[in-house]
């Protein structure tokens, strides 16, 4: 299978769940191919055909804007060293969870959640630690017989109950069989997996080689913008007004750029899918799409304040 065949099945999939789409991000190297919505489930989405081609790079700055944005990074694979991932599962590439199309047609479409998370050494899953101890307690049993009924330590049981741990498909089995009710839950993938922190405080740290993006980034942050520099997106920055509930999806011009059109409308797309404000600061370089707000950087230097700035939009 190829690429493009992942991303259109990804395409049409959520067309037909009924999620706002952006428009394929093509006119530069980027960390995520489409921008999604449905409701309050906000996307971003890279597809590849092996997941072991996934690059720590993209990863790195997916998560980035997925944590700026409050939005939840995935990766659509269909296979990993020409095997083909199993589905109704979830993976996990650089903490970000990683799915086949048909468990992305599964969720998006019938509700059917994944049960089972692909990890080292094997298939696990999430249990309902609750419900083990209320069912083991109504039934008279103790940790230790129920750990001695099953096979397993006093101490892996007790770290089901707390929800410390992950169970083996096959340990899950045998506690439902015996406990006699469900205990398996399925993983809500809109929900982030990440458990790392930093990606996003790096964004603000980067120090760019685009002097004028530079330039740029210095003056948001003057007028009380939190500002993050991208780098694998089709916008350069993202700034995020202290003041008002107002987000930026920003692109500055460069005169040796030839797809300075299609990265304008891919811009306008996304935000459109993100509730955010696109804008395009230029240094007099003409922008041939003129629905995007476009303001040169002298005015912009000229901006005392945030509430300022907004007026100009």
Not at 28 to 40: A, M
Not at 42 to 68: F, H, P, R, W
Not at 98 to 106: A, M, N, V, Y
């Amino acid at each position: 299978m190829k690429r493009t065949e992942v991303l259109t099945a990804t395409e049409s999939i959520l067309k037909e769940a009924g999620f706002q789409i952006s428009e394929r991000c093509v006119a530069r190297p980027s960390c995520f191919d489409l921008v999604v919505r449905k409701k309050e489930q906000l996307a971003l989405m890279k597809v590849y055909v092996n997941i072991g081609n996934v690059s720590t790079e993209d990863a790195t700055e997916l998560q980035a804007i997925s944590e700026c944005l409050s939005a939840t990074p995935f990766f659509i694979c269909a296979e990993n060293r020409k095997k083909p991932l199993e589905d109704d599962t979830v993976y996990s590439r650089y903490n970000i969870y990683t799915i086949t199309p048909k468990t992305l047609e599964d969720t998006a479409l019938h509700g059917m959640r994944p049960l089972v998370e692909a990890g080292p050494g094997g298939y696990y899953v999430r249990l309902h630690g609750k419900r083990i101890r209320e069912r083991r307690q109504r039934l008279g049993l103790s940790i230790g017989k129920l750990a001695d009924m099953i096979g397993i330590s006093r101490r892996t049981l007790y770290g089901y109950e707390k929800n410390m741990a992950k169970a083996s498909v096959s340990v899950a089995y045998n506690l439902e069989w015996t406990l006699g009710v469900p205990l398996v839950e399925s993983i809500d993938i809109f929900q982030s997996n990440s458990q790392n922190e930093g990606f996003l405080a790096a964004a603000k740290r980067i120090i760019t080689r685009h002097r004028f993006l530079q330039k740029v980034l210095n003056k948001f942050a003057q007028i009380n913008f939190e500002v993050s520099c991208m780098r694998r997106a089709p916008f350069d920055f993202i700034a995020q007004s202290l003041d008002e509930p107002l987000n930026i999806i920003g692109g500055v011009s460069d005169e040796k750029e030839r797809n300075i059109d299609r990265r304008t409308e891919e811009i306008m797309s996304i935000s459109k899918v993100m509730n955010a404000q696109p804008i395009f600061i230029t240094d007099g370089q003409q922008i041939p799409n003129r629905n995007i707000p476009l303001i040169h950087h002298r005015d912009l230097e000229g901006v005392k304040h945030s509430k300022e700035f907004i007026s100009k939009l």
